[in-house]
């Protein structure tokens, strides 16, 4: 399918287990961003790459750690999930060489940690 | 600090005009997104403004006054699909976006 994609869609896990939430995108787009949305808050940025092996932190990186090994893929994991952390994750795209051009949204990940 | 202030909800009518309004302190603003949220759903893009002025874009349109740190979301001839939340966002020195907490707006007969 063409465009950005996330899996697994909903996820329960218990404290303490690692976690590994998967985003792919078809349009070759340099940046790739992962979100967190809360109630009461906007999107908060977790991490972002602006290329192959190159991945920076974002406002709340603490307990995600990411890579990207190739373009398409961008997989961010939790070490050792938290209750803080149950929140509805979104990986995100854009093209171009910079971080103000439109970012495109994968459909989230839902994830509750028990 | 960095902030981004939006009305948490409003209400309109079917057929009417409602103005969403954005105000944003960022130290290295760059430009200014809005984008659609339908619930349940993953946020869509709706406008980018960078210079002063009002961007029309069929029913919305988008102002911005860097001056004064302040954005509106005009949405005009409602209908009952433009219900959803409208995230405001901001550009900063860190080539970040920074992220207003939503306004959901509820559209009524």
């Known amino acids: 399918d063409a465009g950005i994609t996330q899996s697994p869609r909903y996820k329960i896990t218990e404290t303490g287990r690692q976690v590994t939430l998967m985003c792919h995108q078809t349009w070759s787009h340099s940046y790739m961003f992962w979100y967190r949305q809360d109630l009461g808050h906007g999107l908060r940025l977790i991490y972002y790459?602006?290329?192959?092996?190159?991945?920076d932190k974002g406002e709340v990186p603490d307990g995600y750690v990411v890579s990207r090994s190739k373009t398409e893929n961008f997989p961010l994991t939790l070490e050792s999930a938290t209750r803080s952390q149950t929140s509805v994750y979104f990986c995100?795209?854009?093209?171009?060489?910079?971080?103000?051009?439109?970012?495109?949204f994968g459909p989230g990940t839902r994830l509750t940690v028990l | 600090g960095q902030n981004i202030d939006q009305p948490t909800e409003m209400t309109a009518t079917e057929g009417a005009i409602v103005q969403i309004n954005c105000t944003y302190q960022?130290?290295?603003?760059?430009?200014l997104f809005w984008y659609q949220q339908h619930a349940g759903e993953a946020p869509t893009f709706l406008s980018y403004n960078v210079l002063d002025g009002l961007e029309e874009k069929g029913r919305f349109s988008s102002f911005l006054s860097r001056s004064k740190g302040y954005s509106y979301l005009l949405l005009k001839e409602l209908q009952m699909k433009d219900s959803a939340s409208y995230l405001c966002?901001?550009?900063?020195?860190?080539?970040?976006?920074?992220w207003g907490a939503g306004t959901k707006l509820i559209i009524k007969p």
């Open positions: 790459s602006a290329a192959a092996d190159i991945t």
């Open positions: 966002a901001s550009t900063d020195s860190n080539y970040q976006l920074i």
């Open positions: 960022t130290s290295g603003f760059n430009g």
């Open positions: 995100a795209s854009s093209e171009g060489d910079r971080v103000y051009n439109e970012q495109f």
